[in-house]
């Protein structure tokens, strides 16, 4: 004699009611993401050079509604980690999205890295 274990209706129940709350928490979050990102400025530091002791020039690309101005925060270190440049640069709207640039930053020393810190629009949305 076999005896077999049947769900009964009570842990059904419980299983859809999970289910739709994974997928109902899911959505959420998916939503959330998206609204964090929309209409905001995006950038990757894709690199620099380092020209001389005075000059490091940084590169990187930007996401962006094209059509609208950004500044960029730049910051340049020296091999202890200090800060020996930074300055802002405003990249004017471009035919496209993304862009890349290349921007010159003056150093008070040598620099051994320069990167993009934050943009943001230069109507401050």
């Known amino acids: 004699m076999s005896t077999t274990t049947r769900t009964g209706p009570s842990q059904r129940t419980w299983w859809i009611v999970g ?7 899911s959505g959420i ?6 609204a964090a990102t ?19 020039d940084i590169r ?3 996401r962006r509604d094209p059509d609208r101005a ?4 730049l910051h340049a270190l020296d091999g202890h980690h200090a800060r020996v440049g930074t300055g802002q640069v405003t990249v004017p709207p471009a035919a ?3 862009s890349r640039h290349i921007e010159p930053l ?3 020393a040598r620099a051994v890295t320069g990167y993009v810190d934050t943009c943001s629009y230069v109507d401050g949305e």
Do not use: Y
């Open 70 to 73: 950004v500044l960029c925060d």
């Open 96 to 98: 496209e999205s993304p």
């Open 60 to 62: 990187f690309d930007l």
């Open 29 to 34: 979050a998916v939503w959330f993401g998206i």
């Open 106 to 108: 003056r150093t008070v």
């Open 19 to 25: 289910t739709i709350g994974v997928l109902v928490m």
């Open 38 to 56: 929309s209409g905001k400025v995006h950038w990757v530091n894709t690199g620099f050079d380092v020209i001389s002791d005075e000059q490091v």
